[in-house]
T-cell receptor
Framework: DTAVSQTPKYLVTQMGNDKSIKCEQNLGHDTMYWYKQDSKKFLKIMFSYNNKELIINETVPNRFSPKSPDKAHLNLHINSLELGDSAVYFC????????????FGPGTRLTVL | GQQVMQIPQYQHVQEGEDFTTYCNSSTTLSNIQWYKQRPGGHPVFLIQLVKSGEVKKQKRLTFQFGEAKKNSSLHITATQTTDVGTYFCAGPGGLTGGGNKLTFGTGTQLKVEL
């Protein structure tokens, strides 16, 4: 019955590798987000999709590429991983736009060695 | 661009003491949301304030939205160990995406000691 789910929960990988994180929501929301949380707990938006269309693309390296195959899914692919990419990545969703309550997934802790 | 600052960044209290975190935005907000993130967990929505000067209560938690809609506060009365976590305020708006984007505050990490 999980509302927003992410896989994997943990990801440990070497520098230079490519990895993907998957997100799914079963709330019927039409907007989904990716956030990055660093070691100081700062939470920053990376991308947002509304009805499968990209509406927010913050200053994120183009090694990060989101993909939304449908309204319920928003995946994040990262190429050529760097040490600084180590963080917790959260997927979230909301009904409508950002003024509404956001529901977060459990997070994916990415560690780049 | 829009910035949302919170103070303090960290707070240690004894159980039973009160706690307050303050949130200040560089721009006027249409509304403000508060989230709580338990250690190892994910942010969970607590409340949304919309009106200027609005005050809302949830048991021991009191939320306030400033008259100018640029600041907000969360006050916890008689903290308990279950209050441990990071509290974030968040407001819509930003340099890109406008109202489509929630800008999260810098967060206040609360630790409660017995």
């Amino acid at each position: 019955d999980t509302a927003v789910s992410q896989t994997p929960k943990y990801l440990v990988t070497q520098m230079g590798n490519d990895k993907s994180i998957k997100c799914e929501q079963n709330l019927g929301h039409d907007t989904m987000y990716w956030y990055k949380q660093d070691s100081k707990k700062f939470l920053k938006i990376m991308f947002s999709y509304n009805n499968k269309e990209l509406i927010i693309n913050e200053t994120v390296p183009n090694r990060f590429s989101p993909k939304s195959p449908d309204k319920a899914h928003l995946n994040l692919h990262i190429n050529s991983l760097e040490l600084g990419d180590s963080a917790v990545y959260f997927c979230a969703s909301s009904r409508g736009l950002a003024g509404n309550e956001q529901f977060f997934g459990p997070g994916t802790r990415l560690t780049v060695l | 661009g829009q910035q949302v600052m919170q103070i303090p960044q960290y707070q240690h209290v004894q159980e039973g003491e009160d706690f307050t975190t303050y949130c200040n935005s560089s721009t006027t907000l249409s509304n403000i949301q508060w989230y709580k993130q338990r250690p190892g967990g994910h942010p969970v929505f607590l409340i949304q304030l919309v009106k200027s000067g609005e005050v809302k209560k949830q048991k021991r938690l009191t939320f306030q939205f400033g008259e100018a809609k640029k600041n907000s506060s969360l006050h916890i009365t008689a903290t308990q160990t279950t209050d441990v976590g990071t509290y974030f305020c968040a407001g819509p708006g930003g340099l890109t995406g406008g109202g489509n984007k929630l800008t999260f505050g810098t967060g206040t990490q609360l630790k409660v000691e017995l």
